[in-house]
């Protein structure tokens, strides 16, 4: 076991340095310039100087070629200093992505939640009714809700509780007089806002998640012991919980290691629609600036989660099912 | 026939299209899997078929209570009808799927026959002597003939035809409007110019109303069908062939072929699309759907070579392989030729799936404006528009309704296959 993590965890920094490098490369070069990016956004009576327009590319290592520009961001990482963003003020990159991923935790957390604790007894309904009318139709709903782009939900859920009706508002995380508010006050505020991202981030996962039990627990309910049970008299609803149940729970619990990437990283579309300034809109916003810092700080986080979500995956595997063992 | 650890160890198969895969106990459903194995060529089909036969007459001897009015369905022991017939057969049984691949039938047609229906250039026309297609413009800007370029029509037909050819006759598409420009006042009789800014509300002239630049949505989103569909078959085409490539190799080979390009894979999941994307504006001066298209194709071929990897692993230690090397075939012709004719229907359902979400992509890249230029018609760009413009809800409902439904209906069709091919499924279908 422990020879195994070792090898797989040496693999996967190993893949990390390739990744990052590729996509350095990429980022590099591509046309823009992030000092050229920044000059436009400025006024134009506060023009930097030559001078320092040049120590700005000193500092970022823009003058010199591109692998001696990664070969920097590597030291720099491996020293623990993600560096400084380019288009934020020149803050550190850690403070800039700390500011953020509370945002982004607030959808993904709530939409995960819900997402499981919606989709397991919608999947148990599923199968313990299953073939009926209504099982039907709830089924083919949620599959049709799993096929619909989350961006078009989206803007359908902002055309009508926003623009038409009015209840919600159309996008960012607070109002206006977020400041005046009491404590109470603030937490409604920002849920009222919340409403409508949240609901985009969990309604595809709630439909793959119900429809991943039910597949897994049709599964399951063919199997031998649960005929077993059946004829020595078990009640249907002690099959499905005790019996059935608890053996889909395997796939359930590996599928959590594969969440783990989306957790952080929020959906660059979404926050982009509901202006919520989130991971996934600093990273849009990123690679608009050409902040390289920031976005390969981004990059890394994601890869990272990424690869270890992976392992925990295949971990989490072996140890909720004997039959597996890890070599 | 032969369960490899493999299968009981790779969670992460456990992709959205196929819930029920991977964390299963070993259940008979590799027996039936053999019963596509027929087409080797050794000659000892024959011999696998009849043990097959005889170890599972409950799949062999399948009838279904078949829907009343065609009696014609239970299939015959004597008549065989071969893997993909009985495939076919059950497909065929699907409402949902047969209903979704109508839907996609007709979208097929709508994009070929797209200028026909909405446009502004004649379908057909008699100009100075000669018979001419200009609506073949649209699809392609050089398949319009010079000579309206070089009598300065300016892309209006209507009065210009007659003018500078009065004997010349045309045959119009069925709705006079245009998907790159506004149609202008007096150009068609009895039609007003198109409503600009917030007023181009559907109406008998406009049906998906207008863009605030006035160009006609009902125009854009017929023409952009074509965009749609393409999307979805070059970008899967591009991944299938790399997808299936990869993971016919590290299937194949196993060892250190199999580490390095399972590596591979995983360093492809890792880089976003998004700067690949940006990395190909980088290396081309202007990007074209096509570029796009490409994009997508190279980012999303892992899955498919993951599938492939695994069929391989499955069917690389089959008896009909074994046959196949004992003759002498080489590493090519076995992979390409035995397994992957073998592997083919598990491989085709992600690659279906995959087209759904290569259009859903697709619409996104152009919301966020990393579609292509502005002439293209395209379904994500007029979302776009609706959501700076979000008082015009008639350019949110019929784009994101469009890609929704193709999006769906992809998905119904690709898991109509699943369930049409998957021996597994099959049975507990019933």
């Avoid at chain 2, 994101?400 to 296959?417: K, Q």
Wanted: aromatic content about 10%.
């Amino acid at each position: 076991m422990a020879q195994y993590l070792i090898r797989r965890l040496l693999i996967a920094l190993a893949m990390l340095v390739v990744i990052t490098f590729l996509v350095y490369v990429l980022i590099r070069s591509t046309p823009g310039d992030p000092t050229l990016v920044n000059i436009e956004s400025m006024s134009p009576d506060k023009q930097p100087s030559p001078e320092a327009l040049r120590r700005f590319r000193e500092q970022y290592y823009l003058d010199k070629p591109i692998h001696v520009g990664y070969g920097m961001w590597l030291a720099h990482l491996l020293q623990g200093d993600l560096g400084q963003s380019m288009a934020y003020n020149g803050a550190p990159v850690s403070q800039v992505i700390g500011e953020r991923i509370g945002n982004t935790l607030i959808l993904t957390v709530s939409s995960l939640l819900l997402a499981y604790i919606m989709s397991i007894p919608l999947g148990l309904y599923f199968t313990a009714r299953n073939g009926t009318l209504q099982e039907r139709g709830l089924s083919t709903l949620l599959y049709m809700l799993y096929s619909l782009p989350s961006y078009v939900a989206a803007l359908f859920l902002q055309l009508a509780f926003a623009v038409k009706l009015d209840l919600l508002p159309l996008f960012g995380t607070h109002s206006d007089n977020f400041q005046q508010l009491s404590f109470m006050g603030q937490v409604w505020d920002v849920a009222k806002h919340a409403v409508l991202p949240v609901t985009c981030f969990t309604y595809g996962s709630l439909a793959f998640y119900s429809r991943f039990i039910k597949a897994n627990m049709n599964e399951v309910i063919r199997q031998d012991f649960i005929r077993t049970a059946k004829a020595k008299g078990v009640s249907p609803r002690s099959i499905i919980y005790h019996h059935a149940f608890r053996n889909t729970l395997i796939p359930l619990v590996t599928q959590i290691g594969l969440t783990l990437p989306a957790l952080l990283s929020g959906s660059v579309i979404l926050e982009q629609i509901f202006a919520w300034p989130g991971i996934g809109k600093l990273f849009f916003e990123a690679l608009g600036y050409r902040d390289y810092p920031i976005f390969m700080s981004l990059v890394l986080m994601f890869s990272v989660l990424t690869l270890l979500g992976q392992l925990l995956a295949d971990v989490l595997y072996a140890i909720v099912d004997p039959r597996v063992s890890l070599t | 026939m032969t369960s490899h650890p493999e299968d009981h160890k790779k969670p992460r198969g456990n992709s959205p299209e196929r819930p029920g895969e991977g964390p299963v106990p070993p259940r008979p459903a590799d027996e039936a899997q053999s019963r596509h194995v027929p087409t080797d060529p050794a000659g000892l089909g024959a011999a696998v078929e009849s043990v097959t036969q005889g170890s599972m007459p409950e799949v062999v001897g399948f009838s279904v209570p078949a829907p009343s009015a065609e009696p014609q369905e239970p299939i015959k022991d004597d008549a065989p009808r071969g893997y993909w017939g009985e495939a076919w057969l059950r497909f065929r049984r699907r409402k949902l799927a047969m209903t979704a691949l109508l839907f996609v039938a007709l979208l097929a047609l709508v994009a070929i026959f797209s200028p026909a229906i909405v446009g502004t250039k004649p379908i057909v026309c008699k100009y100075k002597g000669s018979i001419y297609f200009p609506c073949l413009g649209y699809f392609n800007r050089s398949w319009e003939n010079a000579i309206f370029t070089k009598d300065r029509f300016r892309n209006v037909y209507v009065g210009n035809l007659k003018e500078k050819d009065p004997d010349s006759w045309a045959i119009w598409p069925l709705i006079y409007q245009d998907p790159e420009r506004r149609v202008r006042d007096g150009e068609w009789p009895d039609q007003p110019a198109n409503p600009t800014r917030n007023y181009g509300s559907p109406s008998r002239y406009n049906l998906f109303g207008t863009t605030p630049a006035g160009v006609d949505v009902f125009a854009i989103m017929v023409h952009g069908t074509r965009i749609a569909l393409l999307v979805g078959f070059v970008s899967m085409g591009i991944a299938g062939l790399i997808g299936i490539t990869v993971g016919a190799l590290a299937g194949y080979f196993r060892g250190w072929v199999d580490a390095l390009l399972s590596r591979l894979i995983e360093i492809v999941m890792c880089i976003p699309t998004l700067v690949l994307i940006l990395a190909l504006i980088a290396v081309l001066p202007k990007i074209t759907i096509w570029h796009l298209m490409a994009a997508i194709g190279l980012t999303g071929w892992t899955s498919i070579a993951r599938l492939t990897r695994g069929e391989f692993i499955k069917l690389r230690e089959a008896d009909f392989v074994s046959a196949a090397r004992a003759l002498g075939a080489g590493p090519g012709r076995i992979m390409f030729r035995h397994i992957l004719r073998n592997a083919m229907a598990p491989v085709l359902v992600p690659l279906t799936f995959g087209i759904a979400s290569a259009i859903l992509i697709e619409g996104g890249l152009s919301f966020l404006g990393f579609g292509p230029p502005p002439p293209t018609p395209s379904w994500g760009r007029i979302l776009a528009e609706g959501q700076q413009n979000n008082t015009m809800w008639w350019l949110i409902v019929f784009p994101g309704l469009a890609i929704f439904l193709t999006v769906l209906a992809y998905n119904l069709i690709g898991e109509g296959l699943q369930e049409a091919t998957d021996p597994r499924l099959r049975e507990a279908g019933r």
